[in-house]
């Protein structure tokens, strides 16, 4: 399997910044493309970020123009630079990862990670 665990979520006031990182574990040979979703009180997960195994992103245009995702695949480690945080940012931030099946040891399937809370006061 692969495990994700994100870190970095906290309270931030408007306008702030926050860097949410995801580490990896387990079979991360496998991972192609990784993201970030959120899923807010009361509402449907959604996405924020995507980043290929060859750096190409795309986003939310929700959070176009603040957010960056970026990965560090030395570390096997997966970041969100959010800045001008919103109170519409406030969520549960998940890191997710997509796995490939073409290699030996690698059976596709998705992973998600447990969540990170994000809250950001108005």
């Known amino acids: 399997q692969v495990q994700l665990v994100e870190s970095g979520g906290g309270l931030v006031q408007a306008g702030g910044s926050l860097r949410l990182s995801c580490a990896t574990s387990?079979?991360?040979?496998?991972?192609?493309?990784m993201g970030w979703y959120r899923q807010a009180l009361g509402k449907e997960r959604e996405l924020v970020a995507t980043i290929t195994s060859s750096g190409s992103t795309n986003y939310a245009d929700s959070v176009k123009g603040r957010f960056t995702i970026s990965r560090d695949n030395a570390k096997n480690t997966l970041y969100l630079q959010m800045n001008s945080l919103k109170p519409d940012d406030t969520a549960v931030y998940y890191c997710?990862?997509?796995?490939?099946?073409?290699?030996?040891?690698?059976?596709?399937?998705?992973?998600w990670g447990k969540g990170t809370l994000v809250t950001v006061s108005s």
């Open positions: 387990g079979n991360t040979i496998c991972i192609s493309a």
């Open positions: 997710n990862a997509h796995t490939i099946f073409a290699i030996s040891g690698c059976n596709g399937m998705t992973y």
